[in-house]
């Protein structure tokens, strides 16, 4: 089924928009979500919360791309019960991994002072990832928007892991750089 189609169930407010919905990007969201928690059933259990989010969401919002629409739901979701799981110091996932990975470029204590600045990042960052190159630019946002393991990756673009892992150093270094010119570090 068309994703205008689904868009339009959900708008209905038709049943059908959820099953439509994980039939149709199921193992896609699974995957995100598994990659950040590194866990099946929690993973089915954030694409349900994932699935329930979007029924909120729409409407009012209609997403353009609901692939992507639904993985940045199944993201937050995930992200969330790993903030929910980190007291318990339930673990897994690759969410640690990334986040030491990137730890030398962007940090932050998440106060409510700094929400203007992390917004002004975010856009610097942007803009870094706009500008390089698309196999580069897609290395990058697999390893740290996707959480998806170093193997994976190079499965994924045909290359050995080392590649990988220097194209991913290199990266870092880069946006290390532009976020030290644009007086962010």
């Keep these: 089924m068309e994703d205008s189609r689904i868009v339009e169930l959900f708008w209905a407010r038709d049943e059908a928009a959820i099953s439509e919905a994980r039939g149709k990007y199921g193992r ?20 349900s919360d994932a699935l329930y989010a979007a029924w909120n969401a729409i409407p009012p919002h209609r997403p353009a791309m609901l692939s992507t629409f639904l ?28 986040l030491e990975e990137l730890s ?9 002072e700094e929400a203007v600045e992390a917004a002004e990042l975010a856009r610097a960052v942007n803009a870094f990832l706009a500008a390089l190159p698309a196999q580069e630019r897609n290395i990058f946002l697999c390893r740290y928007w996707y959480l998806d393991p170093v193997a994976d990756i190079a499965s994924r673009f045909g290359c050995g892991q080392s590649k990988v892992k220097m194209t991913l150093k290199r990266t ?5 750089t532009h976020l030290e010119k644009e007086g962010y570090l």
Excluded at 74 to 80: D, E, G, V, W
Excluded at 85 to 97: N, T, V
């Design 28 to 47: 896609y969201c699974l995957s995100v979500a598994a990659n950040i928690l590194g866990s099946g059933e929690d993973a089915e259990e954030t694409l």
């Design 71 to 98: 993985g940045k739901l199944t993201r937050r979701a995930a992200l969330k019960k790993v903030r929910e799981a980190s007291a318990q110091k339930r673990g897994g996932g690759q969410l640690a991994l990334t």
């Design 104 to 112: 030398e470029c962007v940090s932050g204590s998440g106060s409510a």
């Design 172 to 176: 870092r270094e880069k946006l290390r």
